[in-house]
């Protein structure tokens, strides 16, 4: 398949509270608002390529709107739509925010995705001018600042024929994959459409609600960029959810709080580059520390939370069936370091 499309450009989310989750972005994670159209907030990271990674807009409750990934060129945006619709999906063809004609369609397992060629490369002036030709803004003052977004997790009810339609249709290679120890579940998968393990993350949904998400990542340049983030988020009264630590899958060091609304954000940075095309992906166990590579340590329960919260009675242990409920969430326990 000729490659299709190139990487993610933003995510779109909602919130009930716009302005509390405008501030938040603004004062602890370092974004600033570049425009507001309608109800509509369009955030920026001081490296990002393009005018805006983030929109913000009002909803009832916390939830993914859509992503959005850039294509290789029209062509491919032609061609990405043709087969989306060849495979039975009917998306629309819309007018963006600066990106012109895109084309919007709600995938298999209930997630917005919007594809779209152009876009505004952004270059700022003035005091906000880099001295560097090729940074669209000089890098921010505010501590552990992200330069750019850098990945999106969503949740489904079949994380491999996830992975399986978009490789299929769309051309994502998929790069790791987590099984648990104790049953042939796929708990986990990474697939990519560039030389990093993800710009896409799938994880494990139990529940009866289609289309959640987990959380979306950004990118900072430095392990001590991320430590510091963390010190910074302490220091300001942002409780950390999760990290730092560094997962097995990816090689990526990580961090995960909460804003506002209760989304997910996580900070990222290191990991591999991989350019094989051909990359046949790997099969990980929670044991070998896909998660957690270190093994030191458990991930709290609320990481299992997606958005928007699931139906039924329990946020914290949705989908997760209580056989693989410990392996899936101590799977260090049987080593004796739970
Ligand atoms: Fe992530």
């Known amino acids: ?27 602890h994670v370092g974004l600033e608002v570049v425009d507001r159209i309608g109800d509509d907030v369009y955030l920026r990271c001081w490296g990002d390529y393009y005018r805006y990674s983030v929109v913000l807009r009002p909803g009832p409750e916390p939830s993914l709107s859509t992503m959005a990934w850039r294509t290789t060129s029209p062509e491919a945006l032609e061609e990405a739509a043709r087969r989306i619709q060849e495979a039975g999906i009917e998306g629309t063809w819309i007018e963006g925010n600066r990106i012109g004609k895109a084309f919007e369609f709600v995938g298999p397992w209930g997630h917005s ?21 090729d940074r669209p803004q000089r890098r921010s003052r505010h501590l552990g600042a992200p330069r750019q977004l850098d990945h999106i997790t969503i949740a489904t009810s079949d994380v491999d024929a996830f992975a399986q339609w978009y490789r299929d249709v769309l051309g994502f290679r998929i790069m790791a994959r987590t099984v648990l120890d104790e049953a042939p579940i796929s708990v986990f998968s990474v697939i990519t459409t560039n030389e990093k ?18 959380h979306y990542a950004f990118w900072v340049d430095t392990r001590e960029d991320l430590l510091q983030a963390a010190d910074s988020l302490l220091e300001n009264g942002v409780p950390i959810e999760y990290g730092p630590s560094i997962h097995g899958i990816g090689e ?20 591999y580059r991989n350019y094989v095309p051909d990359w046949e992906p790997q099969t990980w166990t929670p044991s070998l520390g896909s998660n957690n590579f270190y093994k030191n340590s458990q991930m709290p329960m609320s990481m299992t939370e997606s958005f928007p919260a699931a139906d039924g009675p329990s946020a914290t242990e949705e989908g997760v069936p209580d056989e693989i409920k410990d392996a899936l969430f101590n799977p260090y326990a049987k080593q004796g370091n739970g």
């Open 113 to 133: 995705m919007t594809l779209h060629w152009d876009v505004e490369h952004y270059k700022a002036t003035g005091d906000k001018a880099s001295a560097y030709p």
């Open 1 to 27: 398949m000729i490659s299709l499309l190139s990487h993610l450009s933003y995510v779109a989310v909602t919130c009930p509270d716009v302005e509390a989750s405008v501030r938040f972005y603004e004062e």
């Open 197 to 214: 393990s993800h710009d896409l993350g799938v994880v494990l949904d139990g529940s009866t609600r289609a289309g959640r998400m987990n």
């Open 252 to 271: 990526q060091n990580f961090l995960y709080y909460r804003e506002p609304s209760s989304l997910r954000i996580e900070l990222n940075t290191g990991g």
